[in-house]
């Protein structure tokens, strides 16, 4: 409609206008209209009047000088940057995908960001902070008009600066965690990126149910060095232990949950995580590994004095296990002269990673 000659006719009806007579005009019907004498065709480019980033919605909203035909949309030639000049040292995003509201024809249009593009900007540190460092980069490609002009593009040199911003107020939540007893690690995945060097292991604790009668707290770990949706923390060889310890937790999927206070971590925003709380919330484990790891003899003390032989091992130790009859007592490394099988001995420590033997 309203594209050429043969596709523009007018009607109307006679209250329109009347002549200086006082003469209403003549009126055209629906199925007589005029056709237009001459049709001069939009050639007017739509251009970018402004945007602004919301990190909360996840959306990039536009406002175009003229409606735009988004069926034409490709979200993949728009850019963004954190300065104005793209150079060497400047931060660049080129969006990968995207869903427009609405999805026909507009003035204003957003575009909502996939989950992988928002939980990307919001990882940058220097783009997409705030309007100042928030920069648009579109080429001629990215949409059309209703009559089919490109978009004026907006070039990398001279990036079009956001006249809004809306940081992210979003907490961060847990999708889920696995558990490897064999390396003593514990991988989480969060609901987007987080901020690792906010991440505090000591808020973990592990517990045997959703409501625990059983439970142990982390003294520490070791944290990944990326920020990331996906973060990976190593459980001290302490605590590793202590939790071994405890024969209710975290033997199976079905005894290992976890909870954490909303200070365990933040995002790259600083919303702190949504808590995980005994009795309510507690998330059982994902993909649960038991330990199947054989334990190791480090060193060992014979005390002849207090008639006990002490072994220390790699990890804990079932104490009720230990056989003594399996222990011998050599004097070389290899090749023997004299050897000295136990014939009995008394466990005098509980499980432990230090088992001490009564002779």
Do not use: W
């Not at 209703?146 to 999708?175: Q, R, Y």
């Not at 991440?199 to 625990?212: D, E, H, L, R």
Request: glycine share 4%; charged share 20%; hydrophobic share 40%.
């Amino acid at each position: 409609l309203g594209c050429s000659k043969e596709t523009t006719f007018v009607t109307l009806r006679s209250e329109l206008i009347e002549d200086v007579a006082a003469v209403p005009v003549t009126s055209i019907v629906s199925d007589r209209g005029l056709q237009v004498f001459n049709c001069t065709p939009d050639t007017t480019r739509p251009y970018v009047v402004d945007f602004s980033l919301d990190l909360t919605k996840g959306s990039i909203d536009f406002t175009f000088s003229e409606t735009v035909n988004i069926l034409k949309l490709k979200v993949k030639e728009i850019t963004l940057q954190n300065e104005r000049r793209n150079t060497s040292k400047t931060t660049a995003f080129t969006l990968t995908g995207g869903r427009p509201d609405p999805s026909v024809a507009a003035v204003k249009m957003s575009i909502y960001l996939t989950h992988s593009d928002l939980n990307t900007v919001k990882s940058l540190t220097d783009l997409g902070i705030n309007e100042n460092d928030t920069y648009l980069v579109i080429s001629a490609a990215a949409i059309e008009d209703m009559s089919g002009n490109s978009l004026i593009p907006i070039t990398a040199v001279d990036a079009k600066k956001a006249v809004d911003h809306a940081t992210d107020a979003t907490p961060p939540e847990i999708v889920s965690y696995n558990l490897d007893m064999n390396l003593g690690l514990i991988s989480f995945t969060f609901t987007e990126t987080v901020n690792v060097s906010s991440f505090v292991p000591s808020f973990i604790k592990f517990q045997n149910a959703v409501t625990a009668t059983a439970d142990y707290q982390l003294t520490g770990g070791y944290v990944t060095k990326t920020d990331s949706v996906y973060v990976d923390v190593t459980i001290t060889v302490t605590d590793l232990n202590e939790i071994k310890k405890e024969r209710t937790i975290a033997v199976s999927r079905k005894s290992t949950f976890l909870t954490f206070a909303a200070e365990l971590v933040t995002d790259m925003s600083g919303n702190k995580i949504i808590p995980l709380i005994n009795g309510m919330s507690a998330e059982v484990v994902a993909v649960f590994t038991n330990d199947t790891v054989e334990p190791e003899l480090v060193c060992f003390d014979l005390n002849l004095t207090a008639e006990t032989i002490t072994f220390i091992f790699n990890e804990t130790i079932d104490a009720t296990t230990v056989d003594m009859t399996e222990i011998h007592l050599q004097d070389r490394v290899s090749d023997a002269v004299q050897m000295y099988t136990f014939l009995n001995g008394s466990v005098i420590s509980g499980d432990s990673t230090h088992i001490i033997v009564q002779l």
